[in-house]
């Protein structure tokens, strides 16, 4: 019997379904005897840029013209520009009315049980023309002319949300720090290649922003079948086994917006030759722009949700209660498997009165046997034979049957439940009156060999003495 179900391509609060895959170890689920449930941990990175620019455009001030681009970066040598993680918010709930069917749906309770973790820095690119002098670098080339060969941005921060965040996460950064104390990088004329013996400075840039980042997950795949929205539900083929293993494929997107205020200051030391003495600063307006970014897919990591099913057997050929005769009774107990790791609950049911099974639930702990009794009274002293029908929370086979009989009844080799015994095996022979009877009690009738005979020499005697006549 298969106990594995996987489909390439990925239950209630997280909280209780935990505890109902604990306690599926003794007995059914605490939410019912057709639901189940397993979690899964789910973490997703980006690590490269966010597809947006923000362009200040030029901005000028006398002899000095500055233009900027920026780009939302990760940290170089630092963590992903943004991770998100579920480590017990992936929860699914599993449930089953319809047979052969399993209802897979996401969980999505109270409490927070995923963060988002933002961390980026801005990366400018620089145009400028100062004092007639022209030039222009990319990030890349703007970096290796600074000192320390970074740029001083840098922020982060988490949010925490609830279960699969089908509703989207809100991340809003910290304020940053007051413009004129955010400067991204300074660099001397010199540097960018201004003839000293014209004008002698230094170009700071200064830019500060808060955006809010937009996390949601936009698809679920639940073995196969997808579920898009908060509170969709997945049907899937019910398997086989004691327990089913969901490959989950989750996909979500970031989205992001905010405003990015920016300001160049410039310092002149000396101008052909002659120092300033620090007075001539040129005091550039700030410029804000607002951005949006295009979402970003994030994709997930594939992975496997657990999820505890009940698994009942019944015997798969006939089983005989020997011969009993009119009056008298015979029982037998029939043991019926329970091998999922979630436990099971069965009811029974006879086609003929003569054999009692009974009644109520009964249940039975994961990976444990129940021993049905079966009463036999009969009525006659003829064959007699039902179906025993085992009614139980198993998704697959929800209802099977097995046969028994009494008093040579003919009967087929095997039932059409889910087999718990190998065919034959403790299976005595129906039409034996020898065979097996259990317990049986009740009036008795023996013909010995001598008196068979005493009857055909009556018999022999009657013919002679009407042929004499």
Not at 242 to 247: A, C, P, Q, R, S
Not at 389 to 394: A, G, I, K, R
């Amino acid at each position: 019997m298969g106990a594995k179900r996987t489909v390439l391509g990925v239950a209630t609060v997280a909280s209780l379904l935990l505890a109902a895959s604990q306690a599926s170890a003794q007995n059914t689920s605490p939410q019912g005897p057709n639901v189940s449930g397993g979690t899964t941990t789910l973490h997703a990175e980006i690590k490269d840029r966010l597809p947006t620019e923000i362009d200040s455009g030029w901005m000028d001030k006398g002899l000095i013209k500055v233009r900027a681009r920026f780009t939302i970066d990760p940290v170089k040598g630092g963590d992903p520009l943004l991770v998100v993680d579920m480590p017990k918010g992936a929860a699914v709930e599993a449930s089953w009315n319809e047979p052969g069917y399993i209802n897979l749906k996401p969980v999505t309770g109270e409490g927070a049980t995923g963060t988002a973790n933002i961390h980026y820095t801005l990366n400018p690119s620089l145009d400028a023309s100062i004092y007639g002098i022209t030039v222009s670098y990319n990030s890349s080339q703007l970096i290796n002319m600074l000192p320390d060969a970074s740029f001083n941005y840098d922020a982060k921060t988490t949010a925490s949300f609830k279960p699969w965040a089908f509703a989207g996460v809100p991340v809003q950064m910290p304020a940053p720090p007051p413009l004129d104390q955010s400067t991204l990088f300074g660099i001397g004329f010199d540097t960018m290649g201004v003839d000293p013996d014209i004008v002698e400075g230094t170009l700071k840039l200064q830019a500060a922003t808060r955006p809010t980042f937009t996390f949601k997950t936009t698809e679920v795949r639940l073995d196969g079948a997808a579920v898009n929205a908060d509170g969709g539900v997945a049907k899937v083929p019910a398997v086989d086994g004691d327990f089913m293993e969901v490959n989950a494929i989750v996909n979500g997107d970031l989205s992001f917006q905010g405003s990015l205020d920016i300001r160049p200051v410039v310092q002149i030391d000396s101008v052909d030759g002659y120092p300033t003495f620090g007075l001539v600063k040129f005091s550039f307006s700030a410029v804000s722009k607002a951005y949006s970014g295009e979402s970003k897919t994030i994709a997930f990591a594939p992975s496997t949700i657990h999820i505890p099913l009940p698994n009942v057997k019944v015997p798969s050929t006939p089983i005989g209660l020997g011969a009993v005769k009119a009056g008298g009774s015979a029982s037998k107990s029939i043991s019926i498997d329970s091998t999922g790791e979630l436990g099971a609950v069965l009811t029974f049911k006879s086609s003929d009165p003569q054999f009692k099974v009974p009644a109520g639930q009964v249940q039975v702990p994961s990976k444990g046997k129940y021993d049905l009794k079966v009463d036999f009274s009969p009525n006659s002293d003829g064959p007699a034979s039902a179906t025993i029908t085992v009614v139980s929370n198993d998704p697959d086979a929800p209802e099977q049957t097995f046969k028994v009989g009494a008093n040579g009844a003919k009967l087929g080799d095997e039932g059409d439940g889910k087999s718990g015994h190998a065919p034959g095996e403790g299976v005595p022979d129906l039409e034996d009156p020898s065979g097996d009877s259990g317990c049986a009690v009740g009036p008795t009738h023996s013909q010995t060999g001598a008196g068979s005979f005493a009857l055909v020499g009556l018999a022999i005697a009657a013919v002679v003495r009407r042929r004499r006549k």
